[in-house]
T-cell receptor, first 112, second 115 residues
């Protein structure tokens, strides 16, 4: 079993839809959770960085962490064609040092 | 715009060539990383430098040789590569070099093709 599971998709939604992207994990020591957006042939761009459980909002993006269920989510409101990209979840434990564990990435297509 | 700058953006090299990838950050970050990413796969950690010292080498073949000349610069020297080494090479940095490294910021990557 992988430490981090993420559905690779693809996920196709119409413009304006609310998008829900999710990851599950098995290591209860994970404390730091990140979401990255990666356009084709570009480097990953950090969207959200959260510590422990709870919600964090930044513009159209909301990150949720449920440590009791070992489940994290990224919601995108009013999705735009420019949101079409691969979204990677990533996580790290408090003592994990330099080891960030990535999900496989979900490919999202937002249709105009 | 990313504050981790990588050059070159694209590199094509033969199996007998020697080339280098360069990375620069001016955010005062104390840890710098090299990752390798194949198509439709997540990034794979190769090397980590913390406070300019090599902290992690993920059993990377010796044909890849990292170098950290100072806290802002990171190089990856390439020699006698194989076609299967063709990939997107990502540089990243994080604020801290200890147990809690903080967020990981990536550059745009150098796309390497080995012929």
């Amino acid at each position: 079993q992988k430490e981090v599971e993420q559905d690779p998709g693809p996920l196709s939604v119409p413009e304006g839809a609310i998008v829900s992207l999710n990851c599950t994990y098995s290591n209860s020591a994970f404390q730091y959770f990140m979401w990255y957006r990666q356009y084709s042939r570009k480097g990953p761009e950090l969207l959200m960085y959260t510590y422990s459980s709870g919600n964090k909002e930044d513009g159209r993006f909301t990150a949720q962490v449920d440590k009791s269920s070992k489940y994290i989510s990224l919601f995108i409101r009013d999705s735009q064609p420019s949101d079409s990209a691969t979204y990677l979840c990533a996580m790290r434990s408090l003592t994990g040092g330099f080891k960030t564990i990535f999900g496989a990435g979900t490919r999202l297509f937002v249709k105009a | 715009d990313t504050e981790v700058t990588q050059t070159p953006k694209h590199l094509v090299m033969g199996m007998t060539n020697k080339k280098s990838l360069k990375c620069e950050q001016h955010m005062g970050h104390r840890a710098m990383y090299w990752y390798k990413q194949k198509a439709k796969k997540p990034p794979e950690l190769m090397f980590v430098y913390s406070y300019e010292k090599l902290s992690i080498n993920e059993s990377v073949p010796s044909r890849f040789s990292p170098e950290c000349p100072n806290s802002s610069l990171l190089n990856l020297h390439l020699h006698a590569l194989q076609p299967e080494d063709s990939a997107l090479y990502l540089c990243a940095s994080s604020p801290f070099g200890g147990e809690n490294t903080g967020e990981l910021f990536f550059g745009e990557g150098s796309r390497l093709t080995v012929l």
